[in-house]
């Protein structure tokens, strides 16, 4: 049988090879038989338990003689299941009769049929069931690409990333994007570090649940193994500065560019290419594209906005205050630079700059100006935003000794005896405590905690959710506690013990020099003291 040219390894062809194996030994044993005997004519002799064509099973098609009660079963259920595809298999003598009556069953639903019992039956018609699947999941004229927004540059890639995202995700998309601090899929952090290479791109892109990607192309990357897709629909090249020469063989700014321009040069024909007008270098990439351009500029007098503008292209300017869309000899004022948060009312004018570009790429995807407004207006230089980029914090008097549960510490400008000092955490703050007597600050949230002087520089931080702690003048020791352990740090500011328990009260004794707390350790209680320097 195996000589069936018909007959294959796997699936390589319609049908599959026989396998020797201990069911067919048990069928040839009980029938006194081994694979040397020969059967009478005419009679049939099943070597397999099983029909399917996995273990070597043939298939016939009998589509044309299948009841309708019996069709009406399968779609039923189907649905009721919620599968758009499944395969159902049937146990009968016949399925030209309903099975409720001739003694048939449903043995089970597969989520993942195969195709090619049904594209090539071993007898009957051939049907072409591949056809309707792929129509319903790319329907005829529909495109099967999802949108892609490149971003690259020496400065500003990542704020203007980030801002590219935000605009799209409050249009409804779901937005996969890539940046120097992750991966971040609908704004989940799903891979933590600089992530502006080809294998961050791919994984945004791979992802099903995402339907626009912003990916931050760095140059690295781009040396290294390229941009992990084709084509891109927009390109923005922010600006080219003599930033980082000297590493992977670029030493000049004009290499730099060269490196950069394969990302407008990626983009689609139809596509557009989104270049500062105020940067020579990046100007000058508009010859090498074969898309459409669309500049940007800080000066809406700038002779190349003019010169662009007059020959009916667009171009995105700062004029009178205004985030304004020059197309032809129209404007069109999107927004105040006043009322986009990260401008810090105009003053950053860096950040005007990264705003530009994102809002000549919102109008190119044909974003309402509503929606583009209302999303510039909502894009707060914070620590949940922009993480590290612009984030400022003002401690005044009355936030000094007691800081509000929801002030973030994330990233922020520390302002204390007249001089700005900086410190960088990775939480928002839920818990805060002053001392006056050793003159630090206690901030914790639901998984960490830290310590910090008034000199702004840190004394030790911990994982743990403190929710208590109490500092010792004599031997600077210090106890924090949360609901899953409890650290003592001596005066060499390092963890002396840690234990995994639950510490649910805490007292020091400068007299004794010990701790004494109760705790909670698999449901008993006990009590740990500790003496001296821990």
């Not at 049908?15 to 029938?31: A, G, M, R, W, Y």
């Amino acid at each position: 049988m195996n000589g069936d040219p018909r007959r294959g390894f796997g699936h390589e062809k319609m049908l599959t090879q026989i396998k020797v194996d201990h069911f067919t030994q048990n069928i040839l044993t009980e029938h006194a038989m081994t694979l040397e005997s020969v059967l009478p004519a005419g009679k049939e002799f099943w070597l397999k338990p099983t029909a399917n064509i996995s273990t070597g099973g043939t298939a016939t098609d009998v589509t044309d003689q299948v009841h309708p009660s019996n069709i009406f079963m399968c779609e039923r259920i189907a649905r009721i299941i919620g599968l758009d595809i499944c395969g159902i298999d049937i146990m009968a003598a016949d399925l030209s009769t309903p099975i409720t009556e001739n003694g048939g069953a449903v043995l089970e639903v597969n989520a993942a049929p195969g195709f090619r019992m049904h594209l090539e039956p071993t007898e009957g018609l051939g049907r072409n069931v591949a056809e309707p699947v792929i129509d319903m999941l790319y329907p005829p004229g529909a495109s099967a690409r999802i949108p892609v927004i490149a971003v690259s540059g020496t400065n500003g890639k990542t704020t203007t990333t980030r801002l590219m995202a935000h605009v799209c995700k409050q249009i409804g998309f779901k937005v996969g994007f890539t940046t120097t601090d992750g991966v971040y899929i609908q704004n989940e952090l799903m891979m933590r570090g600089d992530c502006t290479g080809p294998v961050s791109a791919e994984f945004v892109l791979k992802d099903p649940s995402v339907d626009f990607a912003v990916l931050e192309c760095a140059r690295g990357g781009i040396l290294r193994s390229g941009l992990g897709f084709h084509n891109c629909d927009v390109a923005i090249i922010t600006n080219i500065a003599a930033d980082h020469l000297g590493l992977q063989g670029i030493d000049t700014i004009e290499q730099l560019a060269r490196v950069k321009s394969v990302v407008p040069r990626s983009v689609l024909p139809e596509g557009y290419a989104i270049l500062n007008a105020d940067d020579s270098l990046v100007y000058e990439m508009r010859k090498d594209v074969s898309c459409k351009v669309a500049l940007f500029s800080l000066d809406e007098n700038n002779p190349r906005i003019k010169e662009h503008c007059k020959e009916g292209g667009l171009a995105t300017v700062y004029e009178n205050g205004y985030v304004t869309i020059l197309k032809g000899d129209w404007k069109i004022r999107v927004e105040k630079v006043t009322n986009i948060p990260i401008t810090f009312g105009g003053k950053a004018e860096f950040n005007i700059a990264n705003t530009l570009p994102v809002v000549m790429a919102s109008y190119l995807r044909n974003f309402k100006l509503e929606d583009i407004r209302l999303a510039l207006q909502t894009f707060i230089p914070s620590p949940a935003q922009t993480p590290g980029r612009m984030n400022l914090f003002h401690f005044n008097k009355q936030t000094k000794y007691n800081i509000s549960k929801s002030a973030s510490l994330n990233n922020f400008f520390c302002h204390y005896s007249n001089s700005f000092k900086s410190f960088f955490s990775q939480f928002s703050c839920n818990r805060s405590k002053y001392s006056f007597s050793q003159r630090f600050f206690v901030f914790s949230n639901q998984s960490n905690c830290i310590v910090i002087k008034t000199n702004i520089s840190p004394i030790w931080s911990s994982n743990l959710f403190s929710r208590s702690y109490y500092y010792s003048p004599l031997h600077r020791c210090f106890c924090d506690l949360s609901r899953r352990s409890c650290a003592f740090y001596s005066n060499n500011d390092n963890i002396s013990y840690r234990s995994n328990f639950s510490c649910r009260s805490l007292q020091y004794s400068d007299y004794l020099s010990c701790f004494c707390s109760c705790i909670i350790c698999n449901n008993n209680i006990g009590i740990i003291c500790s003496y001296g320097d821990l």
